[in-house]
């Protein structure tokens, strides 16, 4: 392992990663020592890239995406092995009314995939920041544990045999909150005991005992001391679940990133590996790279972009136990960062590897690079 690299180009340290920046640059990637795989213009996509070292690659996608854009519907059978949905199976989307689950928009989702042979991401079974109104004034009276294990059951049984992974509980941690262990103050259900999350685990397991169970949570890549404190906290979470017997199978890494933000090789992938010492599976689940700190033009923008991508992925990619990355959206036509971060200039962010129009930039090249200079997985079949 090297010095750490802290800008975004990732060349402050000469190891197989940086020569695979530099040849990046000088637009021979693909060809790095030791792999001889095609260009990124040999037309294979990112699902073919992944599979043939034993990863997945997939991306999110919204139904009203999905029904508007033939080119996004295209582009997602080219680069996706597996696809999950944006917001349609989250409670408060599905289960405005109490007792009257819509799935409508989920299904719409969930044709899509069996019909182009794509795998089906569940997410989330269980998040404190979707849930439907009624339960707020119904926990009141009732036992929100119930409410909340009844909602895991529910749904993860009604996509049985579809879903082939599942976010089981999103972000339960939040050291902001100040509760031991930095977790989340939860609202109303377990005001931040780790036993309801376990009791999710097994409720999910009892519902379809065939999925991948997932524990998925934002805010590790960084060197800042808030994202210490996250990396200590899920890793105290996490020990917690494996020790009490929870049926979690992988650790979900959002990977939500921004260019610009200071970035060590060493704390992440010692982050990573402890998380795999747990016994524990890691799929970076929801990538994609604000570029609003850079005024500059598109040209720049993107290719600040990709070099952040490098970066972290490369380090992510050395990690054996890293088994998937899906990016938040395959294209910059929608991205949750123009609300909740709208760039100044007014323009869309250009955070994901397709543009509006389904054109590859420099980030799809980036992760088509990542990928084909990962090391083989161990038992190198694709993971769901
Ligand atoms: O469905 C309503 C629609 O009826 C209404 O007209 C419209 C305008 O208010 O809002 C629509 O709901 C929006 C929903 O997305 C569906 O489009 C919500 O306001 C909006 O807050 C919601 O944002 C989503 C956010 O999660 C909260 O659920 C984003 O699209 C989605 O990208 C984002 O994804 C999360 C992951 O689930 C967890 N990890 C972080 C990630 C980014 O925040």
């Known amino acids: 392992m090297t010095a750490s690299c802290s800008s ?5 340290c000469l190891t197989r990663r940086s020569l695979l920046s530099g040849a990046a640059a000088l637009g021979v990637a693909g060809l790095m020592p030791g792999h001889s795989h095609g260009t990124p213009t040999d037309g294979l996509g990112l699902k073919d890239r992944a599979a043939r070292r034993g990863l997945v690659f997939g991306a999110a996608v919204n139904a009203h995406d999905l029904r508007r854009s033939a080119a996004l519907r295209a582009a997602l059978q080219r680069d996706c092995a597996i ?16 007792g009257y689950p819509d799935y409508r928009d989920a299904q719409a989702i969930a044709n899509f995939a069996a019909k182009q ?7 989330a079974a269980m998040w404190y920041s979707n849930i439907p109104n009624w339960v707020k004034e119904a926990i009141s009276g009732e036992q929100g544990h119930d409410i909340m294990l009844r909602r895991v059951e529910a749904v993860v049984s009604h996509f049985r045999g579809r879903v082939v ?9 939040e050291p902001r909150d100040g509760l031991a262990d930095g977790m989340r103050r939860w609202p109303e259900f377990a005001k931040g005991d780790p036993a309801y999350i376990v009791d999710c685990f097994h409720a999910a397991r009892a519902a379809d005992p ?25 890793l105290i979470l996490l020990e917690k679940l494996v020790s009490a017997g929870a049926p979690i199978d992988q650790f979900g890494i959002q990977c939500h990133c921004k260019i610009g933000n200071d970035f060590d090789e060493r704390v ?10 747990l016994g524990l599976k890691l799929s970076l689940t929801e990538l994609d790279i604000s570029d609003i700190p850079e005024t500059g033009p598109i ?6 972009v990709a070099d952040h991508a490098r970066m972290i992925l490369s380090v992510a990619f050395d990690q054996p136990a890293v088994v998937k990355l899906m990016t938040w959206g395959l294209s910059d036509m929608t991205s949750w960062l123009n609300a909740q971060m709208p760039r100044p200039d007014g323009t869309l962010q250009r955070a994901l590897p397709l543009d509006e129009a389904m054109k590859r930039k420099p980030l799809w090249y980036a992760i088509a690079e990542c990928l084909d200079a990962a090391p083989e997985r161990p038992d190198a079949s694709p993971h769901p």
């Open 117 to 123: 042979g794509l795998k089906l991401r569940g997410h």
């Open 210 to 234: 065939d999925a991948v169970l997932v524990y998925n949570d934002w805010g590790f890549e960084y060197n800042w001391p808030v994202f210490e404190q996250r990396r200590k906290s899920v």
């Open 165 to 173: 992974e599942w976010d089981v509980v999103n972000e339960a941690i």
């Open 8 to 12: 975004d180009s990732g060349t402050g």
């Open 299 to 304: 040209e720049t923008r993107d290719q600040r």
């Open 83 to 98: 696809i999950t949905p944006e917001n349609e199976m989250k409670w408060g989307y599905v289960e405005k009314r109490r």
């Open 268 to 277: 992440y992938a010692d982050f990573l590996a402890e998380a795999a010492a």
